[in-house]
């Protein structure tokens, strides 16, 4: 059973920080990559940031210089730091595990959401 479980969510005034984290189990960490995507109420979800195995991480332009995502191998968790929210950051925010080993390639898994709320 793949689990990713997302925590770290709540509300929060503008120029604040959160960080969220995603513990994974169920998969074999090292071959997926991970991201955050986050999804506002009649909006699509939208990609928030991705980091490989590798480390090479990638951002949306509206978030660039104020999120970091990072992974820890040893907990199976990745990370979003968040800082200098926004209110249009308020979305849920959703968990990502895209496999990329030659078996699980392609694979994709999501979490079940955690909860920002931005104040202005």
């Known amino acids: 059973q793949v689990q990713l479980v997302e925590s770290g969510g709540g509300l929060v005034q503008a120029g604040g920080s959160l960080r969220l984290s995603c513990a994974a189990s169920g998969i074999i960490f090292s071959l997926y990559a991970m991201g955050w995507y986050r999804q506002a109420p009649g909006k699509q979800r939208e990609l928030v940031a991705t980091?490989?195995?590798?480390?090479?991480?990638n951002y949306a332009d509206s978030v660039k210089g104020r999120f970091t995502i990072s992974r820890d191998h040893a907990k199976n968790t990745v990370y979003l730091q968040m800082n200098s929210l926004k209110p249009e950051d308020t979305a849920v925010y959703y968990c990502?595990?895209?496999?990329?080993?030659?078996?699980?390639?392609?694979?994709?898994?999501w979490g079940q959401g955690t909860q920002v709320t931005v104040s202005s």
């Open positions: 990502n595990a895209h496999g990329q080993g030659y078996f699980d390639r392609g694979d994709d898994y």
């Open positions: 980091i490989t195995s590798g480390g090479s991480t």
